[in-house]
């Protein structure tokens, strides 16, 4: 028994020929199969499914495009993409931002605000500042923004804070200043450390100052 042609069960009348619709070519195809379009050799070399447009809202992923916001310095607008506006306050740059943490963390906004200041840092500050930014390469220890980076030296920050110092028994607010309490910081990493974002601990490590050698740590503040 055979099952070529129309002896198989499965026998639709064979192929029909039809005409390409890109290049008007004649072909055959079995109607079984999807309804005959393109030619195989159109198949193979034209770009026969058109591309959807991606552009814009048409885009699966569109959010609704730059949001216009406003800088919390200048109060001038600012677009960003809603992916961007990750942090807390929108500013247009570097510098605004630092104008935006200067006014921030003046007084009882800064995070360690007692009711009052320690007044000025008083002797010795200058001097260990200029050694801590020349110790660690005037770059901050913890990102490596260099000076070129933020177009000025980094901040030095107390890893005790010189509060500390002012309000323990037996030490001057001046104690602060040590090499093994300092560390240079970008204003970005700087405001994480005042926060306790980063750890003292971590700070410390950076320095490689071991744990018995770090201020106050053993009363002794020389």
């Known amino acids: 028994m055979t099952y070529e042609g129309m002896d198989n069960p499965n026998y639709r009348g064979g192929k029909e020929t039809t005409s390409c619709d890109l290049c008007g ?5 079995y109607p079984s199969e999807n309804e005959g379009l393109y030619c195989p050799d159109c198949v193979e070399t034209e770009q ?27 109060n001038e607008s600012v677009r960003r993409y809603p992916s961007d506006v990750t942090g807390e306050v929108t500013v247009c740059d570097r510098d605004c931002l630092s104008d ?4 921030e963390f003046t007084g009882d906004g800064h995070p360690n605000w007692k009711g009052g ?26 990102c490596g ?11 030095v920050h107390h890893i005790v804070p010189v509060r500390v ?23 970005p990493c700087h405001r994480k450390a005042d926060f306790g974002q980063v750890s003292k601990e971590r700070l410390w490590g950076e320095l490689g100052v071991e744990s018995d050698d770090r201020p106050l740590s053993s009363g002794s503040t020389a």
């Not at 070519?25 to 195809?29: I, K, L, M, P, V």
């Not at 923004?145 to 901040?155: G, L, M, Q, V, Y």
């Open 25 to 29: 070519a004649s072909f055959e195809y």
């Open 48 to 74: 026969w499914r058109e591309q959807p447009p991606l552009e814009g809202d048409n885009n699966p992923q569109w959010k609704g495009g730059k949001l216009k916001l406003e800088c919390a310095a200048c």
């Open 100 to 103: 935006w943490l200067s006014a």
């Open 117 to 142: 200041d320690t007044g000025n840092y008083g002797p010795g500050w200058n001097r260990v500042r200029r050694e801590a930014l020349e110790r660690d390469g005037h770059e901050c220890v913890l």
């Open 145 to 155: 923004a260099t000076k070129a980076d933020i177009s000025r030296n980094p901040d």
């Open 165 to 187: 110092f002012a309000e323990s028994d037996g030490c001057e607010k001046t104690d602060a200043h040590r090499l093994d309490n300092v560390i240079s910081l970008c204003l």
